[in-house]
């Protein structure tokens, strides 16, 4: 801390200036304090980056989004001014020194105990960073205040405005790197685009540092070149680091950005922190001889004679009346508007938060874009819907075993086996390539199973469908999650992706029966490939085109786990199905199946959840909002065919005139979730909401078991449709919302494709559910009672469904804690 020299102003916005805290890239930090006494650090920008307007409006975006960092181990950005002359940002003032004083000058390296809370407490404010849309981008022992309590992150995120100055690129106009030697990612070394893993490498040079009291890769005195070339190509000397912490450290500095940890898992593998005070005696006695000298520390009355030329060049009215001209010509900055000089004088405040430009501005076609990703969720439920209608003419067509693997159970495997793989595509490629891709695939297959003549080719066609449906589904709701940031707009972009959830297979089910009716199950196939065009040129035109990411860290172990255990259990319940309960191979792959999922749930347990799946582990309403999505899948897929089976079999209508009589429950799911559960979601808490949509579900589902005759529309079908519908278009939107909430751009993929994962495994219960028990009443009827017995299948079926859909109510209400989210502009943690 030093005092005050003749160029340096006495105000800054509504802070008076009492001293010099330190000098950076972009400019010089102030120590003040506001009017009702708060001390905060004034950083004010550099009067040459002030002329530059792309600076400008780089500085304001990144600023707004450092004012949505929450995190308890950062100095909040308390008050800001882009606008003007000078623009400037203060922060909550941290009264400790940085991480390089404490080490290199002070103590030394720190211990291990020291070091272990430091790598935690570094994690957190990473995490809470990252949330807010931003990369550090310089984190170095210089950004990190040491404290009493435990480190404080300073400077997140205002660093990349200095990238306009060169477009991007990694040195400034004079060769200042973006960034600190010693501190860097291979990465920003080479000039590669950041990712929040960067900040993870930085964060491992910096517990290298704090260990060892040495830069990761030595001391620059080398030569620059052959210092970032280090950095880049060699291998990191951990020396000195503490055994118990290397394994972690040596993974912060991967090559591969892929291939580190993310601050979450980072801050749950330290989460037990040492018992007693976090630093030595020695260094705590220390800062509170620093913080004595602070109560004691006053200003010069008369400040030195000679200017300093680095300070910037500042508006006159910041300037105190006797202090000299500064002795050289900055480039001035550009005339102020008539606002921002208004918000300059001593008495203006910065501009509140929602005033500022958003960091992520969401995407000008964005509602253009759901719509396609509602083509494509259509597109797939049309196809699935539309070929099991048609599955009998399709049969004696080809001549199908009724007992065989059919091309219904071949698309099945292959869906849940490619599920979460599908989801690292996702995260990969982009969510764009990935629908793109996937539709492309999706149309060429469908062409293949129109074209069949027999049934190996049908099956394995139909295998290749399921294949890249596993791409499109978790692409299309990563989408919808990553898409939409503002609370209202996500409660809406959820109620259209819940209303096709809900109502798709409805639609499903009168598309392909009229198809199948009218033309022959093989042009409802080829019909799918002007649909997929349809959405391929709508995907490349409307979805934003994001850069390929880092994805989510993929899992050796838990991945195939999970992805041979979905298709294990999806063949088991279908063989159990068809064939018996009492047959080994279907009790062999069901056992196989429960025990490959059970492994795949301890290996997300004990990874902290994210390598597995990218599934953010340790958070009640997220093992809720799993458990809920299995038993509604159960139950909502048992429904739809079972009042299919009804209208057909038992009521005698064709299989198009069944989908027009289940319509009404797709017109209902499309209005409660669009005009009812949309409007709620950002009022009532999600578990609440899901909770009462599944009961009402359930009360048309039994209301629909208590069918006693062969009448189509009887006087309970109707009403029961009405409340099965509107009660799934309630749930589905907030479920589907809260199992992805908060989760980063970069792993949104994974994470969508395990919530996929969880209904698909529901949806396989329900269908071997189905069969079986429609199944049972059928074994001992005779041609006579046939019809009966169907009667009786169905309600039993209907009885069981009702009773999922209530369980799964039950742990919504008591599961999902999650609150409404507000109206802020970021999504309820």
């Known amino acids: 801390m030093d005092q005050l ?8 916005g509504p802070y008076r200036l009492i001293a010099r805290l330190g000098e950076g890239g972009m400019g010089l930090v102030y120590l003040g304090r506001s009017e009702g006494g708060r001390t905060v650090a004034v950083k004010v920008v550099q009067a040459e980056h002030a002329g530059h307007p792309e600076f400008r409006r780089r500085f304001a975006r990144e600023v707004a989004a450092a004012r949505r960092v929450g995190g308890d181990w950062t100095a909040a950005v308390l008050d800001a001014d882009p606008d003007a002359a000078v623009p400037w940002v203060a922060t909550q003032y941290i009264p400790g020194p940085d991480l390089r004083t404490v080490v290199a000058e002070d103590f030394g390296p720190l211990p291990e105990y020291s070091v272990h809370t430091l790598a935690n407490r570094l994690a957190v404010a990473l995490r809470a960073v990252h949330e807010a849309g931003l990369i550090h981008r310089d984190l170095k022992p210089s950004n990190v205040l040491v404290t009493v309590d435990g480190p404080r992150v300073i400077d997140f995120g205002i ?27 291979p990465e920003q070394v080479r000039g590669r685009e950041l990712t929040p893993a960067s900040d993870v490498f930085c964060l491992g040079a910096v517990l290298v540092y704090a260990s060892t009291g040495r830069l990761l890769f030595g001391a620059a005195d080398s030569g620059l070149n052959a210092h970032l070339f280090r950095v880049a190509e060699e291998e990191p000397d951990l020396t000195g680091v503490p055994q118990p912490l290397t394994g972690l450290v040596r993974a912060c500095l991967e090559k591969d950005p892929a291939a580190r940890p993310t601050p979450r898992e980072i801050a749950e593998r330290t989460a037990v922190e040492p018992a007693g005070e976090w630093l030595p005696g020695a260094v705590l006695a220390q800062l509170g001889r620093r913080a004595a000298r602070l109560l004691d520390w006053a200003p010069e009355t008369t400040p030195s004679a ?7 060049s500042v508006p006159r009215q910041y300037q105190p009346v006797a202090a000299p001209p500064p002795p050289y010509a900055p480039t001035p ?14 008495q203006g405040f910065g501009p509140p938060p929602a005033a500022l430009p958003d960091p992520a501005a969401p995407h000008p076609r964005r509602w253009w874009g759901l719509g396609v990703i509602a083509l494509t969720q259509l597109l797939v439920l049309l196809d699935v819907m539309g070929f099991s209608t048609a599955l009998p003419t399709i049969q004696a067509d080809l001549g199908f075993a009724d007992d065989g693997f059919d091309a219904v159970t071949a698309y099945a495997v292959a869906f849940a086996a490619l599920l979460l793989p599908g989801g690292y595509v996702c995260d990969r490629v982009g969510a764009k390539r990935a629908l793109i891709t996937g539709l492309a695939g999706f149309a060429l297959a469908s062409a293949l199973c129109g074209a069949a003549g027999d049934p190996g080719l049908l099956i394995a066609a139909r295998a290749l469908q399921g294949g890249f449906a596993a791409m499109l589904t978790p692409a299309a709701l990563s989408s919808v999650s990553t898409g939409f940031s503002d609370p209202k707009e996500r409660a809406r972009a959820f109620g259209v992706y819940g209303a096709v959830a809900a109502g798709g297979g409805a639609l499903g089910l009168l598309a392909g029966g009229w198809l199948a ?4 199950w093989r042009m409802s196939q080829f019909a799918t490939v002007p649909l997929a065009a349809l959405a391929v040129t709508g995907a490349a035109t409307l979805l934003p085109g994001l850069p390929r990411g880092a994805g989510a860290r993929f899992d050796p172990l838990g991945v195939p786990a999970g992805s041979a255990g979905a298709a294990a259990l999806a063949y088991g319940m279908d063989e159990g199905g068809r064939l018996g309960w009492t047959t080994p191979l279907a009790l062999g792959l069901v056992a196989a199946g429960v025990l490959l999922l059970a492994a795949f749930l301890w290996r997300l347990a004990a990874t902290a959840g994210a390598p597995s799946a990218g599934y953010p582990g340790g958070r009640r309403d997220r093992v809720g909002c799993a ?23 038992v009521s005698g209508s064709t299989p198009g005139m069944t989908g027009v009589m289940i319509l009404p429950l797709a017109v209902a799911a499309a209005i409660a979730a669009t005009q009812v559960s949309a409007r709620l979601q950002d009022r009532l808490a999600p578990g609440v909401l899901i909770a009462s949509g599944l009961v009402t579900a359930a009360a048309g589902t039994l209301l629909l078991a208590g069918v006693d005759s ?29 199992a992805t909430a908060g989760v980063a751009e970069r792993r949104s993929g994974a994470v969508s494709a395990a919530v996929v994962m969880a209904q698909t495994v529901g949806e396989s219960i329900g269908a071997a559910l189905l069969v079986t028990l429609i199944g049972a009443r059928l074994a001992d009827s005779s041609e006579e009672t046939q019809s009966e017995q169907l009667l009786h299948g169905y309600s039993d079926t209907l009885w069981w469904a009702g009773g999922a859909l209530l369980l799964a109510a039950l742990a ?18």
């Open 333 to 346: 900055p550009p005339p102020a508007t008539p606002r921002a000089a208004e918000r300059s004088t001593a």
């Open 710 to 738: 062969g009448s189509a529309y009887g006087p309970r079908i109707l009403p029961g449709m009405l409340l099965a519908g509107f009660g799934g278009g309630l749930a589905y939107g907030p479920l589907f919302a809260t």
């Open 627 to 649: 458990l809920v999505v299995v038993l509604t899948g159960a139950g909502f897929l048992a429904l739809l065919p079972t009042l299919s089976v009804h209208m057909q079999y």
């Open 812 to 829: 919504a209400g008591s599961l999902i804690r999650a609150r409404a989210p507000r109206a802020s502009g970021t999504d309820a943690r």
């Open 306 to 312: 000679q200017p300093d030329p680095r300070v910037p």
């Open 517 to 520: 009716e009218l033309v022959s």
């Open 5 to 12: 020299i003749a160029a340096d102003p006495t105000r800054i």
């Open 159 to 185: 660093a990349r405005a200095m990238d306009s100055l060169t477009g991007d690129s990694l040195h400034t106009r004079t060769g200042m790197l973006i960034g600190s030697p010693g501190f860097m990612s």
